[in-house]
């Protein structure tokens, strides 16, 4: 499987302004390793060890891995600590799947069509991942409570088989097996929103074309 996105470029550059008198002016950090693509958005932000200091998350598509920028506080970032994931990594979002109280990784694996959850343990280490299988093509994730019990659940875009899956969450770092939805063409992006007034979530898949559709109580509208 092949990768249909835009290649970025092989570093990504973080960009903030100083002040200098009555004007600002921009400097940038390159993150060296960070080989981005254009799926789904590849940087994800917590704080990961607990400093109170933001850190980042970005998904390397070419080297199979994500990688965790410390931040110094000033606006730099350390050195980065890579964390294996499934092939083709496209997507990162960040979410408490275990109620700890940490923040821990969600990755979306383009080329080998799964998703890797990573627990953080709260001092910006993690544990293994454990990959669970989606749709054909995934290119984006989005945490979210589907169901209303109170734990994060996965929705999952996948762009080869034209669906969006959804992995329930156990509460414990755990996620059920997950139910696809047919959406009829390629999703590129997700949302959430309360469509029908029934005070639970519905998603709402779109791509870059303007096709989009609401997946409401798991049917397509």
Same mark, same amino acid.
Do not use: K
């Given at each position: 499987?092949?990768?249909p996105?835009i290649?970025?470029?092989?570093?990504m550059?973080?960009?903030w302004s100083?002040?200098v008198?009555?004007? @600002?002016r =921009?400097?940038?950090?390159?993150?060296?390793g960070?080989? =981005?693509?254009?799926?789904? *958005? /590849?940087v994800?932000?917590?704080?990961f060890?607990?400093?109170?200091? %933001? +850190?980042?998350? =970005?998904?390397?598509?070419g080297?199979?891995?994500?990688?965790v920028?410390?931040? !110094?506080? +000033?606006?730099?970032f350390?050195? /980065?600590?890579?964390? %294996?994931?499934?092939s083709? *990594?496209?997507?990162?979002?960040?979410?408490?799947? +275990?109620?700890?109280?940490? %923040? +821990?990784?969600?990755v979306v694996?383009?080329?080998?069509?799964?998703?890797?959850v990573?627990?953080?343990n709260?001092?910006?280490t993690?544990?293994?991942?454990w990959?669970?299988?989606?749709?054909?093509? /995934?290119?984006?994730v989005f945490?979210?409570?589907?169901?209303?019990?109170?734990?994060p659940d996965l929705?999952?875009?996948?762009?080869?088989?034209?669906?969006?899956?959804?992995?329930?969450g !156990?509460?414990?770092?755990?996620f059920?097996? /997950?139910?696809?939805?047919?959406?009829?063409?390629?999703?590129?992006?997700?949302?959430?929103?309360?469509?029908n007034?029934?005070?639970?979530p519905?998603?709402?898949?779109?791509?870059?074309?303007? @096709?989009?559709?609401? =997946?409401?109580?798991g049917?397509?509208?």
């Amino acid at each position: 499987m092949g990768n249909p996105w835009i290649t970025l470029g092989c570093l990504m550059a973080v960009l903030w302004s100083q002040s200098v008198g009555a004007a @600002s002016r =921009l400097r940038a950090q390159h993150l060296a390793g960070a080989a =981005l693509a254009s799926g789904g *958005p /590849p940087v994800a932000v917590s704080d990961f060890n607990g400093d109170g200091i %933001p +850190d980042l998350a =970005l998904a390397n598509f070419g080297s199979d891995i994500v990688s965790v920028y410390f931040g !110094n506080g +000033d606006g730099t970032f350390g050195s /980065p600590r890579d964390l %294996p994931v499934g092939s083709g *990594p496209l997507s990162v979002a960040v979410g408490d799947f +275990d109620g700890d109280g940490s %923040p +821990d990784l969600v990755v979306v694996n383009f080329q080998s069509s799964n998703v890797s959850v990573l627990l953080g343990n709260g001092d910006g280490t993690f544990q293994a991942a454990w990959n669970y299988s989606v749709g054909s093509g /995934p290119v984006y994730v989005f945490v979210i409570d589907m169901n209303g019990d109170g734990v994060p659940d996965l929705a999952v875009a996948n762009s080869e088989s034209e669906s969006v899956s959804i992995l329930l969450g !156990n509460g414990d770092g755990t996620f059920q097996a /997950p139910r696809n939805f047919d959406v009829s063409f390629a999703p590129d992006w997700l949302a959430a929103g309360d469509f029908n007034g029934n005070g639970l979530p519905e998603l709402l898949a779109v791509n870059r074309f303007g @096709s989009f559709a609401v =997946l409401l109580g798991g049917r397509r509208q």
